[in-house]
Structures are given as C-alpha cells and as structure tokens.
C-alpha cells in the first residue's frame, strides 16, 4: 500500500484566459491541474487530496487568491512542507506610481496593477504568514507564446514580461524557504510546440514522477528537483532556470518518489534523520582525502567567502580547513546533504557508514 506524504500542503494556481491583457496559451492551466493532480496522486508525491488547493482562471482572481494563501497560512505547521506553484503572467514595472514586480491574477487591470494584481511585496507578506518549516515556490510566470514568437502583455504596455533578481531574493527571505523560477530576468519561459506543458512545467513534472537523481529512499527532495530542471530545460531552449534559497541546510523531502516504496516513517517526519554534528577521526580523514580535488565545490554551496577560500588554498590541506570552517560555524549537519547534492555519493557513502 503506498504511503501518504502527510505534511505536504500545496496551493496551485494557473491563469492562462486573461480578459484585460494578452491570453496564454492553454498549456499554462494544463500547466496546474497536472501539477495538482501529481501531488495528490497516492502512486507518485502521495500529499492527502484536501491539502491541495488548485485555482484555474476565473477562479484565481485576486481576492481568491489571497484567500487561499489564508487558508493555507491557517493550515499549515512547521513540520508541514508547503508547496506553492503559478503558471501565468509575471512583470515589472520599473518607473513611475507602479514601479514594482507583478504577478498577475485573472481579473487584474493593467492600468491599475498597484490595486488588481499581486505584487512582489504583496507575495512577500503572504509567504511569511506561513508557518511552514519548509515552503517552496515554483514560478512559471514569463511566459513566451511558442517557439520564435515571444507573446507580450498587451496593453500592460509598461509591463516587462520577466521578473527580476532583486524579486527573487525578497521571496526567497525567510527560514527554510526556496524559490524556483522558470528563466532569469532577461529571458522567457517558452512554451513549445507539440508538448503539453510548458517547458519548465515538463520537466518539473518528470522531476516529481521521479526522473531526477535520487538515493532510492522514497523521497523526492527539493535539491535533487531543481538540479535535473536545471539541466534538461536549457537543452531545449535559451532559458536558465533559477534557485534562490535561505536558510536551507538539508536537500528535505518534497514529495513520496513514486508513491513511496521503501520509504520509512523516520524520513516522513521532519527533522528525525540524522546528521552529524561532528566526524570521528577516521571518517574525517576518508572526507578530507575525498575532497582534495572536490572542496571548492562544497565550499561555493556553503558560501565560504572568497577570503576564506584564499586561505584555505594556502593551507597544506584545503579540504581539513574547509572541514574546520564548516565545524566552528556548526554546518556539519549539512554536509551530507550538500555532498549528495554535488553527486558526491562515495562520501556521503562514508557518513551514513559512520553517524555521529
């Protein structure tokens, strides 16, 4: 019998039959109802049906979609992970009374964005009402037409159809939470001919049936998701998804791997794998010997500062200071994570024989 990912909530949204400004194609809301439908599916991410909400045009009016994130924020628990997914229009506006970055709802009045749509700091406060120890925001929100035909938000003529870095990073604000986008600012997120999802939605959706990199525990995590993403999507088409994460120290669980075959009560409660704080002698140096060609790998996805990496390069062991710097700062517990991450499985293969 499968089992059921229980702490995972979702709020979907998808928005393609804009009445003021320029229509989407029709993959966008297909966009949403599959990435619904995944999610409650007890063959594939196993989350309870009642813990996804799904809001499809007319319904994802402005108003109801504030009430959704209500609900949600009402819901949801810290050990709960909380997915929120649009599919729609984004932009910016840069000058002027309604300078600011915009997702836009069905009913919003391009000439009226600062009062009919959602905006970056309008997100940002519904997003901290959550209460969720982990909450992901998958946005595909730039949306191009097809191939070679980019489709503009007419007549939102001063509405640029990207959302931007320093956006990003405000949404990313807050324990715990990750934001992936479908492109940079300066590009589209297509939708090409003869698929049924557009291009970022595709791929995330075969991420989530289980077609990304995983240990073979049950589980899809959040790392393992964007790492294949980002990797098929720009094979497709000039367009570069994006990560932004705060305060995130492990590759957590965002869904059951197909339906959750062999995965264990201890990984479906948050918090209860464990991770080691410290490294006996033996394993320390099986790591650091591991790393002497890999460290600055591990140290870019710490964010060792540039200083600090300086030195390290001038000590005889580069990985053993690397290791120190993670020790003092108590980042341990996130190594492994951080080497599955990287692919390098041989050493995460040594901490799971060696806890501590």
Same mark, same amino acid.
């Given at each position: 019998?499968?089992?059921?990912?229980?702490?995972?909530?979702?709020?979907?949204?998808?928005?393609?039959?804009?009445?003021?400004?320029?229509?989407? &194609?029709?993959?966008?809301?297909?966009?949403?109802?599959?990435?619904?439908?995944?999610?409650?599916? &007890?063959?594939?991410? +196993?989350?309870?049906?009642?813990?996804?909400?799904?809001?499809?045009?007319?319904?994802?009016?402005? $108003?109801?979609? /504030?009430?959704?994130?209500?609900?949600?924020?009402?819901?949801?628990?810290?050990?709960?992970?909380?997915?929120?997914?649009?599919?729609?229009?984004?932009?910016?506006?840069?000058?002027? &009374?309604?300078?600011? @970055?915009?997702?836009?709802?069905?009913?919003?009045?391009?000439?009226?964005?600062?009062?009919?749509?959602?905006?970056?700091?309008?997100?940002?406060?519904?997003?901290? @009402?959550?209460?969720?120890?982990?909450?992901?925001?998958?946005?595909?929100?730039?949306?191009?037409?097809?191939?070679?035909?980019?489709?503009?938000?007419?007549?939102?003529?001063?509405?640029?159809?990207?959302?931007?870095?320093?956006?990003?990073?405000?949404?990313?604000? +807050?324990?715990? /939470?990750?934001?992936? @986008?479908?492109?940079?600012?300066?590009?589209?997120?297509?939708?090409?001919?003869?698929?049924?999802?557009?291009?970022?939605?595709?791929?995330?959706?075969?991420?989530?049936?289980?077609?990304?990199?995983?240990?073979?525990?049950?589980?899809?995590?959040?790392?393992?998701?964007?790492?294949?993403?980002?990797?098929?999507?720009?094979? /497709?088409?000039?367009?570069? &998804?994006?990560?932004?994460?705060?305060?995130?120290?492990?590759?957590?669980?965002?869904?059951?791997?197909?339906?959750?075959?062999?995965?264990?009560?201890?990984?479906?409660?948050?918090?209860?794998?464990?991770?080691?704080?410290?490294?006996?002698?033996?394993?320390?140096?099986?790591?650091?010997?591991?790393?002497?060609?890999?460290?600055?790998?591990?140290?870019?996805?710490?964010?060792?500062?540039?200083?600090? /990496?300086?030195?390290?390069?001038?000590?005889?062991?580069?990985?053993?200071?690397?290791?120190?710097?993670?020790?003092?700062?108590?980042?341990?517990?996130?190594?492994? $994570?951080?080497?599955?991450?990287?692919?390098?499985?041989?050493?995460?293969?040594?901490? $799971?024989?060696?806890?501590?």
């Amino acid at each position: 019998m499968p089992s059921q990912f229980i702490h995972g909530r979702a709020l979907v949204i998808g928005v393609a039959n804009y009445p003021l400004v320029s229509t989407l &194609p029709g993959n966008v809301v297909d966009d949403a109802r599959d990435v619904a439908a995944l999610l409650q599916s &007890p063959d594939l991410c +196993g989350y309870p049906p009642e813990n996804v909400e799904i809001l499809l045009d007319a319904q994802a009016t402005a $108003d109801n979609i /504030r009430a959704g994130f209500g609900r949600l924020a009402k819901a949801a628990g810290t050990d709960d992970t909380v997915v929120v997914f649009f599919s729609g229009h984004g932009g910016r506006v840069e000058t002027g &009374p309604d300078a600011n @970055a915009y997702l836009l709802p069905f009913d919003c009045d391009p000439q009226r964005l600062r009062d009919t749509a959602i905006s970056a700091a309008d997100m940002t406060e519904l997003l901290s @009402a959550i209460s969720a120890g982990r909450l992901v925001v998958l946005l595909d929100a730039c949306h191009s037409a097809g191939v070679g035909e980019v489709k503009a938000l007419d007549p939102a003529a001063n509405l640029k159809a990207n959302l931007d870095q320093k956006t990003y990073d405000a949404l990313a604000r +807050g324990t715990g /939470r990750v934001i992936m @986008a479908s492109c940079r600012s300066t590009e589209v997120s297509w939708v090409l001919g003869g698929m049924r999802n557009s291009l970022f939605t595709h791929y995330l959706l075969e991420a989530l049936r289980g077609s990304g990199h995983n240990s073979g525990d049950g589980l899809v995590k959040v790392f393992d998701v964007f790492t294949y993403v980002a990797d098929k999507v720009p094979a /497709r088409a000039t367009q570069q &998804p994006i990560f932004k994460a705060h305060e995130v120290e492990n590759n957590f669980p965002l869904a059951l791997d197909r339906g959750g075959k062999g995965v264990t009560a201890a990984a479906l409660t948050p918090g209860l794998a464990p991770r080691p704080t410290s490294l006996s002698g033996k394993t320390r140096l099986e790591i650091q010997d591991g790393l002497v060609t890999r460290w600055e790998r591990v140290a870019m996805y710490f964010d060792v500062p540039l200083p600090d /990496r300086y030195a390290f390069e001038r000590a005889s062991s580069p990985a053993g200071r690397l290791l120190d710097w993670l020790e003092e700062r108590k980042k341990l517990h996130a190594l492994r $994570d951080a080497l599955h991450y990287l692919g390098v499985d041989d050493l995460v293969e040594v901490i $799971d024989r060696n806890p501590r």
